[in-house]
């Protein structure tokens, strides 16, 4: 039986002392082993930034990349090996900013991919910059006159484009989150779920602060109800609703056809192709 302990990784943690980066790596390890996930069925992925650091922090298979390029790497993995439970956690920076356009297509596709977006509206790796997230007129380090434009929604962005699974979560509500956490893994197709994990050293705001502003869903919601999941995005804050949003299981999963119509399990199943058999695919481009 898997155990918390099977996903120590002996690399020292870089993050801050009393990070909420910490309960979600932490409250990741438990809903991976409620779930029975040994380490060998979990693939993480991540780009740049603090929050892509976790998977250096758990003993699994992981792919630590590009800034902004985890999603698509992710989708390949998903479709190469449906067996794995493939994972993203990266940051807002990273997902929104310089990942935005993957975001977008990844919500197209529909992978079999779980994504966690560790959102604290700032780049925290390089000193504290406004990042896609950041609450109109808050001051950062290099908008000291408060940002001006308006921040992305990028729940709202998902739902429009029927994702799979669309959830926001609080670091510091660790039962919550594990439970949203655990929904979003067993979902087929692509599960989003955005983490507000508050910054202890460039956020002006204290946590106490968060703990009271950040509120549930009311319980009446229906997430199965587009119209009332967008509207629940677009309220103003705060307070900063958490829950599920969304969900919508009718949609194709990306690369699925494939193997329904080939009988293969994974892509590294098939033999590799003949000389001529390339040769015949070639000449269907000439």
């Known amino acids: 039986m898997v155990e918390i302990s099977d996903f120590y990784s002996e690399t020292a943690i870089q993050w ?3 990070c909420p980066n910490h309960v979600i790596l932490n409250t990741l390890k438990e809903a991976l082993v409620e779930l029975g996930k040994e380490p060998h069925e979990i693939c993480l992925v991540s780009g ?21 390029r985890a999603l698509p790497v992710a989708t390949a993995i998903a479709v190469a090996q ?8 990266t940051g807002e920076g990273d997902c ?48 000291p006159g408060g940002v001006a434009q308006p921040p992305l929604n990028p729940l709202a962005m998902a739902i429009i484009h029927n ?31 955005d983490i507000i ?18 509120k549930h869903l009311d319980s009446s919601h229906d997430p199965t ?3 009332k999941a967008l509207d ?3 309220l103003p804050t705060p307070p900063i609703l958490t829950g599920i949003f969304f969900k919508d299981g009718t949609r194709p999963v990306f690369g699925e056809d494939f193997f329904l119509e080939t009988g293969f399990s994974s892509l590294t199943e098939p033999p590799f192709p003949s000389t001529e058999d390339v040769m015949g695919i070639l000449e269907k481009f000439r």
């Not at 966690?116 to 950041?134: C, D, E, M, R, W």
């Open 225 to 227: 109800d587009m119209k």
């Open 197 to 214: 994990q508050p910054c202890i050293t460039w956020d002006p705001r204290p946590l106490d602060w968060f703990r009271k502003n950040v």
């Open 16 to 18: 801050c002392p009393g």
């Open 48 to 68: 740049i930034g603090q929050a892509a650091k976790l998977p250096h922090y758990m003993k699994c298979n992981f792919f630590n990349g590009l800034h902004g």
């Open 163 to 193: 994702a799979a699974f669309v959830a926001r979560a609080f670091a510091l509500d660790r039962e919550q989150l594990k439970t949203i956490m655990i929904e979003a893994i067993q979902c087929k197709g692509f599960s989003y779920v």
């Open 96 to 143: 929104y900013g310089e990942g935005g356009n993957h975001f977008v297509h990844t919500l197209r596709r529909n992978p079999n991919v779980t994504l966690f977006v560790h959102n604290n509206s700032i780049y925290a790796l390089t000193k504290g910059q406004a990042s896609p997230t950041t609450p109109i007129g808050e001051k950062r380090s290099l908008n």
């Open 82 to 89: 449906p067996n794995l439970t493939v994972i993203v956690t």
């Open 232 to 234: 629940a995005t677009m």
